[in-house]
């Protein structure tokens, strides 16, 4: 009898066992945790907030750059960024590479220095991390909102680069022998 008791035990104890994996526990998630992903819409009002400092190209230079198609699509890229415009960044990958690949290898003359192409290096990877940063959904606003700060930082130094480069040219005074 004593035998008989152990086994129903074990037996009992084995199909309770079996019951209870069955059985799915609930889990209650406080409405503190649950975290609401709301679409991410920036707009011109935080483009203006921005602060940064943002130059002009210089008009004499306008006649010898208008013959730099890729730096016209960039230009206006920017142009429509300043403006809320993100469809050029937010477009395929492929798109924005090619517009930095054309200003890239057509440089005209005047334009290709050394320290022009490095500004249009910090131009590209901005530009490749700001399509990055707009078409990730996990991105944070904040973050987009400062990497397309970066891009108007690194256009504003671009241009900069490009009037100092002429102005030079221009202030060339030869020294007496």
């Keep these: 009898m004593r035998q008989l008791t152990v086994n129903s035990f074990g037996i009992l104890g084995l199909i309770l066992i079996c019951l209870a994996c069955g059985e799915k526990a609930e889990v209650e998630v406080p409405v503190e945790q649950v975290l609401i992903v709301e679409e ?55 798109e924005v590479k090619d517009a930095l690949q054309k200003c890239e290898f057509n440089v005209t003359k005047p334009f290709f220095t050394d320290a022009i192409m490095a500004r249009l290096v910090v131009v590209e990877t901005k530009f490749l991390k700001l399509q990055n940063d707009l078409t990730l959904d996990n991105i944070p606003k904040n973050e987009q909102l400062t990497s397309i700060k970066e891009v108007f930082i690194a256009w504003s130094n671009f241009i ?18």
Excluded: C, M
């Design 40 to 94: 991410i819409r920036i707009t011109q009002k935080d483009i203006d907030s921005l602060d940064y400092v943002d130059y002009a190209l210089d008009p004499e230079i306008q006649q010898a750059i208008s013959q730099w198609t890729g730096f016209q699509e960039l230009a206006s890229s920017v142009d429509y960024l300043k403006t809320a415009d993100l469809t050029f960044f937010k477009s395929d990958i492929q």
């Design 160 to 177: 900069y680069v490009i009037n100092k480069k002429f102005e030079f040219e221009a202030n060339d005074v030869s020294r007496p022998e």
